[in-house]
């Protein structure tokens, strides 16, 4: 392994391979006949090899198979089943490129014990940076996430030197192990790329010359990185006035040709962002189909969309022009989307051509593939997974009993089960207490700190954030009993924070039309079974639940006139009157799509305190949480419309308790099993009661 070089920074060399992994993978890139690279030397003879791009993305902190919020193992994702991935993956390919896509460093309770709990030490590195050290990634990105816990814990964990207003730049620390590379975030103080816009990578790779021979030839790898420009709303307290954000098609313009020209023989795009066949905007959450497009890059890693490339199934993710998922192409550029969570290995086998004088890809050969952690099912029916990498729990396991020592602590009780597999069809079970919790926040603050609007009515809107996206399991789920910390975790994903804006009635009926869009329309005459629930998130379907504010939903209308009966305390909405809403930053400033004024416009505060650690302290103030009080109030309620057929949703399996617990006595169970492998079960909803 030869010196890697990033405006000047080196990387510490990889452990040597033995002599028999080696002799394996040469034999194997010899029966493989794909492209040995040089960069400029290894004599005049022509050579092939084949280079693996391995791909990991969105694993939001998930080392450990295991789940905090349930003090459970979870083998359905996490980083050490990925890691056994990687390992295989290595055997098979002479020569791999292992990057990360982002959204690395946020997403569960050993995140926040880290960043916010007990901060880690300057010296201390990040677990999920530990974790990936075993398995000695070459470069990464940063996701949106990143920025979470705002530039100063970045400037930390990366290991210092971010030249922004706020961060100590000469602080140096124990960084992640690996370079970074990010074009399109620019720092204000400095004008320049906050994280250097890219890598080049100098390598030795195996391949077979013109005579049939194994060779060793030199390559240099380019990597460029790009996230999304929504950071600059979804972390607007951390960011207003310190970056600003370029396109990423704009930003690989300027740098794909320095690349080239400090002699990188191919370039890798890491864009943490997806697909969308919308038209191109320098302000693009997923500029996929725009980036493949930028003339010098040779393959892209995808991710933010929590979705999957190359996808194989009937009905892909993605089938917009462009876009071949039996090639593994976009725009005929090779490319990968691992899911996320660690469930998946992205891997992009590049073949390679050296003409004796010039390096390049052979994209026609060249194959993208999704290798997944999942791996069958056994005789039972249930899903199997890789064995965990043995290597990967002892490097974190201080760490990981620490969080889970925190996530236990006790806060409170409560007499019913909390959960939000029926959130979609109208149980406020574990929604009214994050929006009672939020409401009570910013009612006191508004009472002592901003006069002009005490006398407005001030109300709270939420959603499901665990609404089944990932599987059966993926709901939030607090049993009866003693509430924890972990329980709060649960209850409210993300550290988001909370924040107020002004809405008038008109647009709260706005608002709610928008977050409508969670449900198919539904034909009443319709004979053939429908299913209820759209692709629309369930983490966008924000709804009141308390009972001043009353209002139907009626699915057989079209988007945009669903809602109906919008009521405030008993009269219908006055369309002129002021309210204030309690919400989190993300929708106050970056919900555009709900509202147009949701872009930090409507804002009147600003909160610095997460809506997680909001909604504990309500619990600790009001340690005694019961159905009666805190989980019962229906805002919502579908229009009452018979159907002549059935109409379908899916939730977790043996979970109709929890609906008939919240009073839904039109849920019934259709199938026990949806035949997913994925804990799901089917329901029916009788829309006419």
């Known amino acids: ?126 677990s999920m940076y530990k974790a990936m050290g075993v398995l000695q990634f070459d470069a990464g990105t940063l996701g949106n996430h990143e920025f979470n816990y705002g530039l100063p814990f970045l400037n930390q964990v990366l290991g210092g030197g971010l030249k922004v207003d706020g961060v100590d730049a000469t602080k140096k620390c124990a960084g992640p192990g690996f370079p970074m590379t990010l074009a399109n975030v620019i720092s204000t103080q400095t004008n320049a790329p906050l994280v250097a816009p890219y890598v080049v990578l100098n390598r030795e790779i195996t391949g077979i010359d013109s005579d049939g021979k194994a060779t060793r030839l030199p390559i240099k790898i380019g990597v460029i990185g790009f996230t999304t420009p929504g950071i600059m709303g979804w972390d607007k307290r951390h960011l207003e006035g310190k970056v600003r954000v370029t396109g990423a098609v704009e930003a690989a313009q300027k740098y794909v040709p320095e690349l080239r020209s400090k002699g990188a023989d191919i370039v890798v795009a890491l864009l943490h962002g997806g697909l969308d066949a919308s038209e191109y905007r320098a302000d693009m959450e997923n500029p996929g189909l725009y980036l493949s497009k930028v003339a010098g890059i040779d393959a892209m890693v995808m991710g933010h969309q929590h979705s999957v490339f190359p996808d194989t199934a009937d009905k892909p993710a993605f089938s917009m022009a462009g876009v071949d998922n039996k090639a593994g192409t976009i725009n005929g550029v090779p490319a990968v989307m691992a899911s996320s969570w660690g469930k998946a290995l992205g891997v992009v086998a590049l073949s390679l051509r050296w003409d004796g004088k010039v390096w390049s890809v052979d994209k026609s050969k060249s194959k993208s593939e999704l290798r997944n952690t999942a791996t069958g099912k056994d005789a039972a029916g249930k899903v199997t997974y890789v064995a965990v ?22 806060v409170g009780q409560t007499d019913f089960r909390m959960g939000t597999q029926f959130a979609d069809v109208g149980d406020p079970g574990a929604i009214q207490i994050v929006n009672q919790a939020q409401q009570d926040y910013v009612q006191r603050y508004v009472a002592a700190n901003l006069p002009q609007y005490a006398q407005l009515p001030v109300l709270s809107v939420s959603a499901p954030f665990k609404s089944g996206f990932q599987g059966g399991a993926d709901y939030t789920d607090v049993a009866a009993g003693p509430l924890a910390i972990s329980s709060a975790a649960d209850l409210y994903l993300y550290p988001n924070t909370v924040y107020a804006v002004k809405v008038t009635g008109a647009q709260v009926k706005s608002w709610l039309e928008a977050a409508a869009q969670r449900f198919n329309r539904i034909d009443p005459a319709a004979i053939a079974d429908q299913w209820l629930i759209s692709s629309f998130p369930g983490y966008n379907f924000d709804m009141f639940t308390t009972a001043d504010v009353q209002y139907q939903i009626d699915v057989t209308q079209p988007v945009g006139s669903r809602i109906v009966g919008l009521q405030y305390k008993g009269q219908p909405i006055n369309t002129a009157q002021e309210f204030v809403i309690a919400t989190n930053n993300y929708r106050a400033t970056s919900g555009k799509g709900f509202l147009p004024e949701l872009d930090g416009r409507s804002t009147i505060y600003a909160s610095p305190d997460t809506n997680r650690d909001v909604v504990i302290a309500y619990v600790k103030a009001h340690p005694q949480i019961t159905r009666a009080a805190n989980g019962a109030a229906q805002s919502w309620r579908f229009a009452k419309t018979p159907t002549a057929g059935k109409v379908l949703f899916t939730s977790a399996a043996n979970a109709l308790p929890v609906a008939q617990a919240a009073g839904l006595a039109n849920i019934s169970v259709e199938k026990a099993d949806d035949g997913t492998g994925t804990q799901r079960a089917v329901y029916r909803i009788d829309l006419g009661q």
Request: glycine content about 8%; overall charge negative.
């Open 1 to 126: 392994m030869m010196r890697l070089s990033s405006f000047g920074a080196d990387r510490p060399q990889a452990a040597p391979r033995s002599r028999q992994a080696l002799a394996v993978l040469a034999a194997l890139a010899a029966a493989a006949m794909v492209t040995a690279c040089g960069g400029g030397s290894g004599g005049d003879k022509s050579a092939t090899a084949t280079l693996a791009v391995l791909e990991t993305t969105d694993l939001h902190f998930n080392i450990r198979s295991y789940d905090y919020f349930k003090l459970a193992d979870d083998p359905s994702y996490g980083f050490e089943r990925t890691a056994t991935l990687i390992r295989k993956a290595r055997s098979e390919f002479a020569n791999t490129l292992l990057v990360d896509n982002g959204d690395t460093i946020q997403g569960t309770a050993l995140a926040d014990y880290e960043a916010q709990v007990a901060p880690i030490a300057c010296e201390q590195q990040l």
């Open 389 to 410: 990498d043995g290597s990967i729990a002892p490097v974190v396991e201080g760490q990981h009993q620490a969080a889970i020592r925190y996530v236990k602590t006790p």
